[in-house]
């Protein structure tokens, strides 16, 4: 064996990783063997979905996940752990569920195993004796990953190490392989068009390669002796070229180690990933870290997309896709998008969008099969809004999430706050909508900015007043000083919110009443929507009137008739009309000026309308309201909980876990 890709936790375990998959095909493409090696998929089965979601559940900057794996990559470091515990403890509201003592048997007993999967790994890497061994890191890999090459170069010093992925993106990358000298190589960007003449050359000189035999991006041994490239600016970083001349990925290794788990293959109902583009072609919003990349957008011909999802479809009898774009390219709804639906939509699938999507471009992708959105919404307030440079207004949020109810998709979104220079009176404003919204999808959270690197904040830090530093998490992970870790990590924290988060009454007194109501209402929005009787908002025509029904929390009335004016107005509204057009073109009609307002006051006493931005926006969704989807169609994939519980209590009992259909 010539390559063993690894992919280790954490990361999803339904569907197989796309970088491995290119890499793989790529690899063999070649004429060069490889392999990959699910080894987040054996501890997910070892562990169980729920203590695997439990340890997701920690923030990137406390990283529970990569403590775990800190002992088997730095054996000899030995930090004030209960320091760390406690820190995560306190930080996490999902943690606080336990006892301290309780919280923190389970960690260690968590650690125990993680140690264990990467002798295992080890061991079951060296039975196939590859001559290179490979992990891609991405989100929270990093230190598994450095554990499993590290115990592979004790094991079989000849073997060449690698490392790569988002986790080694430019001053990540040259961080990871001055301080990990176990890691041969590191490549930073993406390998797809370097890891065929990499590995053939590694294949020959094995750790020797000279600098003049690598691509940009690659990180060697011989750099250690000589000097990094790029030290004067931002380090190298490779780009794929041509996204159409790609392989197809080569996702065989995934479903051959679901074949081999009984239980794995009858609860995880796989999503396969795929790409049409790579790159953001908006790149502007200040919280976020693609456009510091500078990768630029770059997308596949609608045909080269269509054909990837037939033959990955075909190939391995799955009909779930989840498009990992940073956002869908508009020219799809021109090409890709009609032949979806031209072939009636025989996939269902997932990919992020801009949140100022119009009904008939929303319908566009109902009709071609996506079951799922993510709109990128963040808050429901133009100033809000506009402070993230987002280059969209709040009336085309509310639209975006309604629109999404009315036509029965899937909605994923969050709210963020805690921005740099922030301000109270829009919070206000977005709690004081909350209430006639519970008709729609809620957030799943409302959760405080991150400082990721490459970001506009973490760019500029001066300019926001932020002092930006690693957490202080990270000192009980890595074993190196402050200035390596900070080269090391992915996102960072002020120093300012940390000082507040560390006091419990400071958090509280400077924490907004507006921020505290934002929350609360949010919190019951999702318990309201998430009961057994969800709220609702809808109208149907009835005879010359139109019929409107409420059941949410703030209607003042559980419905009306809307006939004559009104019932104009409101159907009007439908699609966010701006409210002077809509007074010219009553009043153009004989409507009266104060009648006309009169009526929309009414409608907006009701909660039937809303106004923002200078529009009038209908809440109301129209009958019949299809039924949201369920999560076995998120492109995705899903994990039924209900069997795997009931076949992993079955295997801890002893027994032989019942047979049941995939």
Not at 621 to 641: C, N, Q, T
Request: proline share 7%; hydrophobic share 40%; glycine share 8%.
């Amino acid at each position: 064996m010539d390559v063993c890709l690894v992919a280790m936790p954490f990361s999803r375990p339904t569907g197989p990783s796309l970088a491995l998959g290119l890499l793989q095909a790529a690899l063999r493409q070649g004429g060069i063997s490889a392999v990959s090696l699910y080894a987040n998929l054996i501890f997910f089965e070892r562990v169980s979905f729920s203590e695997d979601g439990w340890v997701s559940a920690c923030s990137r900057d406390q990283s529970l996940g990569e403590w775990l794996f800190a002992g088997a990559a730095f054996p000899d470091f030995q930090p004030d752990h209960d320091q760390y515990l406690d820190l995560v403890h306190a930080r996490n509201s999902v943690y606080r569920l336990l006892s301290l003592d309780a919280f923190k048997q389970r960690c260690w007993s968590l650690r125990q195993r993680a140690a264990a999967l990467v002798e295992d790994m080890a061991g079951r890497v060296l039975e196939m004796a590859p001559r290179v061994v490979g992990c891609s890191s991405t989100c929270v890999q990093h230190v598994a990953s450095l554990a499993l090459l590290r115990r592979i170069k004790q094991m079989s010093p000849g073997i060449v190490t690698m490392l790569g992925g988002a986790n080694c993106e430019g001053e990540m990358g040259l961080a990871s392989h001055r301080a990990f000298p176990w890691v041969d190589y590191v490549v930073s960007g993406e390998a797809d068009d370097l890891i065929v003449d990499l590995a053939r050359g590694v294949l020959e000189h094995g750790s020797q390669l000279g600098p003049q035999g690598l691509a940009e991006g690659v990180l060697a041994p011989c750099h250690r002796r000589l000097g990094y490239p790029g030290q004067t600016g931002d380090p190298p970083r490779a780009t794929a070229r041509d996204l159409g001349r790609l392989p197809l990925p080569d996702y065989g290794d995934y479903f051959a180690e679901l074949e081999r788990s009984p239980v794995l293959k009858q609860t995880v109902r796989p999503g396969l990933l795929v790409e049409s583009s790579r790159g953001c072609w908006w790149g502007r919003c200040r919280f976020c870290s693609l456009d510091g990349r500078k990768c630029g957008f770059r997308s596949k011909p609608p045909e080269r997309v269509l054909e990837e999802l037939a033959e990955l479809g075909r190939r391995h009898g799955v009909d779930r896709f989840l498009f990992t774009d940073s956002l869908l390219n508009r020219s799809y709804f021109d090409s890709l998008l009609p032949e979806l639906e031209r072939q009636g939509a025989p996939y269902r699938l997932f990919i992020e969008i801009k949140s100022n999507l119009d009904r008939r471009e929303l319908t566009s992708l109902k009709q071609a099969g996506f079951t799922f959105l993510q709109p990128g919404i963040e808050s429901f307030s133009t100033p809000h809004l506009a402070h993230m440079n987002k280059g969209v207004q709040a009336w085309q949020n509310v639209q975006a999430v309604k629109l999404c109810r009315e036509l029965g998709l899937g909605c994923v979104y969050n709210l963020l706050h805690a921005l740099p220079g922030e301000r109270g009176e829009w919070m206000e404003e977005m709690a004081e909508l909350v209430p006639w919204l519970t008709h729609l999808r809620p957030p799943a959270t409302v959760c405080q900015v991150r400082f990721d690197r490459l970001s506009h904040y973490a760019e500029h830090p001066v300019q926001w007043g932020l002092e930006l530093s690693p957490s202080r998490a990270f000192q009980a992970i890595y074993p190196l000083p402050p200035e390596q870790v900070a080269g090391l990590v992915y996102s960072f924290v002020d120093q300012e919110r940390e000082a507040i988060a560390d006091s419990p009454f400071l958090s509280l007194a400077l924490q907004s009443e507006a921020m505290l109501k934002l929350i609360r209402r949010v919190r019951a929005w999702r318990a309201a929507y998430f009961s057994p009787t969800p709220p609702m908002l809808s109208w149907r025509h009835d005879g010359q009137g139109v019929r409107v029904s409420d059941s949410r929390p703030a209607a003042t009335q559980a419905g009306c008739r809307l006939e004559g004016l009104e019932r104009g107005l409101f159907l009007a509204c439908a699609d966010a009309c701006p409210a002077g057009e809509l007074h010219a073109r009553f009043v153009a009609q004989g409507v009266e000026p104060q009648a006309c307002e009169d009526a929309l006051t009414r409608l907006k006493g009701w909660g039937y309308l809303v106004e923002l931005d200078g529009r009038l926006l209908g809440l109301a969704l129209a009958e019949p309201v299809p039924p949201e989807p369920l999560w076995d169609d998120f492109g995705g994939g899903s994990v039924d909980l209900d069997k795997l519980a009931q076949m992993q209590r079955a295997s801890r009992a002893g027994g032989a876990p019942e047979p049941c259909d995939a």
